[in-house]
T-cell receptor, first 115, second 109 residues
């Protein structure tokens, strides 16, 4: 079956712009999580969506937002981009998420560079 | 807060040797610990999950242990190969999956 698909794979933006990243989970997976990965901070949890509802949120400013559609596809948006937002943004899906044995399947990521 | 820590220094070993990576956690024991592998420019890939009541889990050349007394998990790769070179991440579930910083393993031929 198809894996987790993230688009775009690479993008360059300038400070102050906004960006929208897209994630298509594995068919049948209802939970989608987003992570930011930088060399200094490692993998940082952004948020998790399940059945179109945000179920968990990490410690990121309100400029970072997301949503999930009825087909489980998810988007995340970053407004008023800052240089520090340059990172690899990873989306991961799982069947249920939550506190169970929540094994994640990751996409290849979207590499965002802010100039 | 529930933290998970890995040795951020790279681990360099010779081909054929056993690589051992460490993951330490704070506060209460998680019900599960997971290990992932990440290659440069790619997303992490799930390797193994070990439950709190399991002392050890194996998969081919991989072995994971879970010591709730030491609050530690060890990840072993036996007969290591250059293709095992990657960053290895451990993770705990606190309602969301929290990852350690990862340890980069370099296996030299």
């Amino acid at each position: 079956k198809a894996g987790v698909t993230q688009t775009p794979r690479y993008l360059i933006k300038t400070r102050g712009q906004q960006v929208t990243l897209s994630c298509s989970p594995i068919s049948g997976h209802r939970s989608v999580s987003w992570y930011q990965q930088t060399p200094g901070q490692g993998l940082q949890f952004l948020f998790e969506y399940f059945s179109e509802t945000q179920r968990n949120k990490g410690n990121f400013p309100g400029r970072f937002s997301g949503r999930q559609f009825s087909n489980s596809r998810s988007e995340m948006n970053v407004s008023t981009l800052e240089l520090g937002d340059s990172a690899l943004y990873l989306c991961a899906s799982s069947f249920t998420g939550g506190t169970g044995a929540n094994v994640l399947t990751f996409g290849a990521g979207s590499r965002l560079t802010v100039l | 807060s529930q933290k998970i820590e890995q040795n951020s220094e790279a681990l360099n070993i010779q081909e054929g040797k056993t690589a051992t990576l460490t993951c330490n956690y704070t506060n209460y024991s998680p019900a599960y610990l997971q290990w992932y592998r990440q290659d440069p420019g790619r997303g992490p890939v799930f390797l193994l999950l070990i439950r709190e009541n399991e002392k050890e889990k194996r998969k081919e050349r991989l072995k994971v242990t879970f010591d709730t007394t030491l609050k530690q998990s060890l990840f072993h790769i036996t007969a290591s190969q250059p293709a095992d070179s990657a960053t290895y991440l451990c993770a705990r579930n606190t309602g969301k999956l929290i990852f350690g910083q990862g340890t980069t393993l370099q296996v030299k031929p």
